[in-house]
C-alpha cells in the first residue's frame, strides 16, 4: 500500500487549495480513506475521511462547511477540497488509508498567512 499526497502550498487567508493523493496497492472499498494534518508543535489531527465501500463522509468540526473530501475510485485518487483557509489550518497534511491497519503517504506543507 502506497499514499502520495501533493497540492499543498502557501496561500493568504481566504484562499483555496486541493490536496490530492494517489493511492496504490489496495481497493478503495475495503478502505477508510482520509485526510489528517499537522500542526507545528500540535498532535496529529484528523480532517475528514470517507468510508470507500458506501462514501460516507465525516469532518472535523473546524473544516465543516469548508473542506471537502472527494474520490476517484477508477483513479485510486482522494481530493481535499479546502476553501475560505484559515490561518490555524496550516500544517502537513497527510492522506491516510485504513483496513485494521493504517497506511500513511508522505504529507505535504499547506500555509495559510493573514
Known amino acids: 500500500v502506497q499514499l502520495q499526497a501533493s497540492g499543498g502550498g502557501s496561500v493568504q487567508a481566504g484562499g483555496s487549495l486541493r490536496l490530492s493523493c494517489v493511492a496504490s496497492?489496495?481497493?478503495?472499498?475495503?478502505?477508510?480513506i482520509g485526510w489528517f494534518r499537522q500542526a507545528p508543535g500540535k498532535e496529529r489531527e484528523g480532517v475528514s475521511c470517507?468510508?470507500?465501500?458506501?462514501?460516507?463522509?465525516v469532518y472535523a468540526d473546524s473544516v465543516k462547511g469548508r473542506f471537502t473530501i472527494s474520490s476517484d475510485s477508477a483513479k485510486k485518487m482522494v481530493y481535499l477540497q479546502m476553501i475560505n483557509l484559515k490561518p490555524e489550518d496550516t500544517a502537513v497534511y497527510y492522506c491516510?488509508?485504513?483496513?485494521?491497519?493504517?497506511?500513511w503517504g508522505k504529507g505535504t506543507q499547506v500555509t495559510v498567512s493573514s
Open positions: 491516510m488509508g485504513s483496513h485494521g491497519i493504517s497506511y
Open positions: 470517507m468510508d470507500g465501500y458506501d462514501g460516507k463522509t
Open positions: 496497492g489496495f481497493n478503495f472499498e475495503q478502505y477508510i
